[in-house]
């Protein structure tokens, strides 16, 4: 038994160490003389240009490698987990558990609007939280919303950004999906923060609060509507970079 | 006095609708073909459609012992969908427009409407949409009118021949939009010499005539960037910073036409730039095309011959240079150079002259099963060009006065007659 688990976390280690070794190399492979291509970059690139697609990446190929891994936990794992999810739970009770977890999410919220000090995000979150946890049954109905409360979202990362920190390099996480060196924090702290919080509320043994954790994960897989490898474009990695970046400035300025 | 011009105003136009009803009954909202192609239909004036019908989604492998290149490993097989009703009825296979997925907006649309009327529908992706090209193209070098109807022909058996266990089918029929409107055309034509699925009726929706004709067009528009194509940068950095606006609320996130309602609405554009918006669309499009058959059939395009791109090479420099070519491009230093290779004796205007629907005019003429369903104002036609669906088609060519590119699809009108065509 314990030398089982002693070799599974050395088979981690291994694993970890070989996706750093493999994940190194950006580099093509070349298989024969290579000739220039018709329209090679610096015919047709201007390197005075700023490119709005540059992101700082330098971990590109262990941010590839852990791209894919995501595809197949999401094809084989999380997609079918899911479904699962999806077919046994009836919609109402769906809606129910959707609405319990944002509630606590809005706590973290509210917290991150205390510490980036907006007190107007913070009394509208706060009031959420209120009317959802009073009325709404401990959150289980979204009364605010149907209120027109409005929503914010702030979360760690947001408040590093507006701390004045930067994104550092462009990270993809195992699962999470991508984020950067302060993306990664900001989760961490988050995640910490939710957990926390949902723990002491409703007051969980560790397996309970674990099985809430997995089934928190699937309630927000299933609200995203991305799907790996299904936008048609051969950039796609690229694209969901940019996009990424672009999203996350732009949080952080609202 | 403002007043009282405003109400004659009110009422000749009610005495001139009134008295030209019948003529004028056709209410599309955007006279615009740019907006029209941009803003797709509104809500409010959209066919009523089942928000939810079963549709299935599958993978086929379409040539067996055929590895991808490393760098596109994920796209080793066919995705399609298809949603079947419980008993016998007819089957219409969809074909999406250029670059466009089997689960694009428009496949979707029609795939509620023609189920919603009592036939199963078979969803394909465009000949031009990477994974077809990767997964199903014999070539790798899409865009070729005969070569993409044999393997959309290919992958329609293909998938045929696994349904047929489960599905009964009284009648065949096919139809698409855009490219996929002219792939529609060569495929019936194929169908006439295999006749494995005998066609009943074929619908062509607002098809190019000419390929390399709405190809030039639409290279054109990314000429209205704002301060030229050297501004392309500047440009799609700030069409980003909307697309991720729209990202956080979208329900998919393919790249493509269908993205732009949103961005129209984020962005709030002016006229040129929609033209700007419309040709950056394309160019997404352009991109990944030529790419992906630089790549399969190493070229030396934009990728350096013998340079093999493995799961996790940077395709940074190769992403930037391929957005600044246009499908003209790829038509001059790829399509041509390839089919010429074949075939010495082929000239790049006989080719040019052969991507056409005008190839088959003599065909189309007497094929009572195939329609059009066209507009007016459709902006990837030269001036000139849409006579020629009146020309040939007669009787059988519906033209709306407006509607752009594709933008009145999903409108009443639009949806009541495209199922209408099947129905007769």
């Known amino acids: 038994m314990g030398k089982s688990m002693e070799a599974r976390r050395a088979g981690l280690l291994g694993f970890i160490v070989l996706l750093a070794a493999v994940g190194c190399s950006t580099a093509p492979v070349q298989e024969g003389p290579v000739v220039e291509p018709i329209f090679p970059a610096s015919k047709v690139l201007d390197p005075r240009t700023h490119y709005a697609s540059e992101v700082y990446d330098p971990w590109e190929g262990f941010n590839r490698t852990i791209y894919r891994f995501n595809y197949r936990f999401d094809r084989y794992v999380f997609l079918p987990a899911m479904n699962v999810y999806k077919a046994v739970t009836p919609d109402v009770a769906e809606k129910g558990i959707h609405n319990f977890f944002r509630n606590i999410v809005d706590v973290s919220t509210l917290i991150n609007c205390i510490l980036q000090g907006r007190p107007d995000t913070a009394v509208v979150t706060l009031t959420r939280i209120i009317w959802n946890t009073t009325i709404g049954l401990g959150g289980l109905i979204n009364v605010a919303s149907a209120l027109d409360v409005p929503r914010p979202e702030e979360d760690f990362g947001q408040t590093l950004g507006r701390w004045g920190i930067g994104a550092g390099p462009y990270l993809v996480l195992p699962i999470v999906g991508p984020s950067s060196v302060r993306g990664a924090i900001g989760f961490g702290a988050d995640f910490l923060m939710v957990t926390g919080i949902r723990d002491w509320a409703i007051d969980l043994k560790t397996w309970q609060s674990m099985t809430l954790t997995v089934l928190q994960s699937i309630d927000i897989r299933a609200h995203i509507p991305f799907r790996y490898y299904e936008t048609g474009s051969a950039f796609e990695y690229d694209m969901v970079r940019w996009l990424y970046s672009t999203k996350r400035e732009l949080d952080i300025e609202k | ?424």
Not at chain 2, 179 to 205: H, M, P, S, Y
């Open chain 2, 1 to 424: 006095m403002r007043r009282a011009l405003a109400l004659a105003r009110v009422l000749i136009a009610f005495w001139v609708t009134a008295g030209g009803a019948a003529a004028q009954s056709y209410d599309y909202p955007f006279s615009d073909p740019y907006v029209a192609t941009v803003v797709g239909t509104p809500k409010e004036y959209q066919a009523e459609l089942p928000k939810q019908i079963p549709i299935e989604q599958h993978s086929i492998s379409i040539f067996k012992d055929r590895e991808p290149p490393e760098v596109f490993w994920y796209d080793d097989q066919l995705h399609y969908s298809y949603a079947v009703q419980d008993g016998p009825a007819p089957l219409v296979f969809l074909i999406a427009g250029t670059g466009g997925s089997y689960a694009g907006e428009k496949n979707r649309m029609m795939a509620r409407a023609f189920y919603q009327a009592g036939f199963h529908v078979v969803s394909l992706s465009s000949p031009t949409f990477m994974n077809f090209i990767v997964a199903a193209s014999e070539t790798g070098v899409p865009g070729h009118a005969y070569q993409d109807a044999e393997d959309l022909y290919r992958v329609m058996e293909r998938i045929w021949a696994r349904l047929k266990k489960d599905v009964q089918v009284t009648d065949f029929y096919v139809t698409g939009y855009s490219l996929g409107g002219f792939n529609t055309a060569f495929v019936t034509w194929l169908d006439e010499r295999r006749k494995v699925f005998r066609f009943k009726k074929a619908l062509l929706i607002n098809p190019p005539v000419r390929l390399y004709s709405s190809i030039s067009l639409l290279d054109r528009m990314t000429q209205n960037i704002p301060g030229g194509v050297d501004n392309f940068n500047r440009f799609f950095e700030r069409l980003m910073k909307g697309f991720s606006e729209i990202y956080k609320r979208s329900d998919q996130l393919e790249m493509g036409p269908d993205t732009l309602y949103r961005a129209y609405k984020a962005l709030h554009l002016k006229d040129e730039q929609v033209a700007a918006l419309i040709g950056v669309s394309f160019r997404l499009s352009s991109a990944t095309l030529a790419f992906t058959s630089d790549v399969i059939n190493d070229f030396g395009y934009i990728k350096p011959k013998n340079v093999h791109l493995t799961k996790n090479t940077s395709l940074d420099v190769y992403s930037r240079v391929a957005h600044r070519l246009g499908f003209t491009d790829y038509f001059h230093y790829v399509f041509y150079p390839y089919f010429k290779a074949k075939d010495p004796s082929l000239t790049r205007s006989g080719l040019i002259e052969e991507m056409s629907l005008a190839d088959m005019e003599d065909y189309l003429r007497g094929a009572q099963k195939i329609e059009v369903m066209h507009n007016q104002d459709d902006i990837i036609l030269q001036p000139g060009e849409i006579d020629f669906f009146r020309r040939v088609f007669g009787e059988r060519a519906t033209i709306y006065p407006k509607g752009g590119h594709c933008g009145n699809m999903a409108y009443r009108d639009n949806v009541a007659h495209m199922v209408g065509v099947f129905k007769q």
